[in-house]
T-cell receptor, first 111, second 114 residues
Framework: GDSVTQMEGPVTLSEEAFLTINCTYT??????LFWYVQYPGEGLQLLLK?????DKGSNKGFEATYRKETTSFHLEKGSVQVSDSAVYFC??????????FGTGTRLTIIP | EPEVTQTPSHQVTQMGQEVILRCVPI?????FYWYRQILGQKVEFLVS????????KSEIFDDQFSVERPDGSNFTLKIRSTKLEDSAMYFC????????????FGSGTQLSVL
């Protein structure tokens, strides 16, 4: 079946560091890909998405590019802030909102 | 900004008891979902609900589970006879339309079955 594998956490970085959180997927066909973020005490919220190969999703300084050849959708940010501390979830789906999620990666940014 | 509200935030119950987890989706949304995450594992889809009926459910969503939208605002998940392995964080979500991948999630109910 479909699955999403993402980088094990937790990840701890200093402010202004470069962030990469790896995500790979397996699916029959070409799903849409998503990154969701969960800030402390809140629900998951959509951060960015890409619907086809080579699409780049971006939001709040975060980017991820849909790479069909490597079945990947790695999340990157050039300079992280303390406010980026959260749990990040990679997910895939075929448009019916039955999303397949990874385990989540807890990110902590130290001032 | 409108949000999905879940109550309670924590629920402790004895094995074999019934529990009802409550959610108030965003008011103009039409599609509703339950997901869960067992500690250390992936967030898993349980069920989707549209037009007052289940549109899809996973293998996890067996006869012990049911969902209901009793009054046009609440969306509930009932577990009839809880098992230890039902302990998890349960997330409710809603969306305005299908195909956008934009789910709005609540902050979850942590269910502990003892």
């Amino acid at each position: 079946g479909d699955s999403v594998t993402q980088m094990e956490g937790p990840v701890t970085l200093s402010e202004e560091a470069f962030l990469t959180i790896n995500c790979t997927y397996t699916a029959t066909g070409y799903p849409s890909l998503f990154w969701y973020v969960q800030y402390p005490g809140e629900g998951l919220q959509l951060l960015l998405k890409a619907t086809k190969a080579d699409d780049k999703g971006s939001n709040k300084g975060f980017e991820a590019t849909y790479r069909k050849e490597t079945t990947s959708f790695h999340l990157e940010k050039g300079s992280v802030q303390v406010s980026d501390s959260a749990v990040y979830f990679c997910a895939s789906g075929f448009g019916n909102e039955k999303l397949t999620f990874g385990t989540g990666t807890r990110l902590t940014i130290i001032p | 900004e409108p949000e999905v509200t879940q109550t309670p935030s924590h629920q402790v119950t004895q094995m074999g008891q019934e529990v009802i987890l409550r959610c108030v989706p965003i008011s103009n949304h039409l599609y509703f979902y339950w997901y869960r995450q067992i500690l250390g594992q992936k967030v898993e889809f349980l069920v989707s609900f549209y037009n007052n009926e289940i549109s899809e459910k996973s293998e996890i969503f067996d006869d012990q589970f049911s969902v209901e939208r009793p009054d046009g605002s609440n969306f509930t998940l009932k577990i009839r006879s809880t098992k230890l392995e039902d302990s998890a964080m349960y997330f409710c979500a809603s969306s305005e339309a299908e195909g956008l991948g934009k789910l709005f999630f609540g902050s979850g109910t942590q269910l502990s079955v003892l």
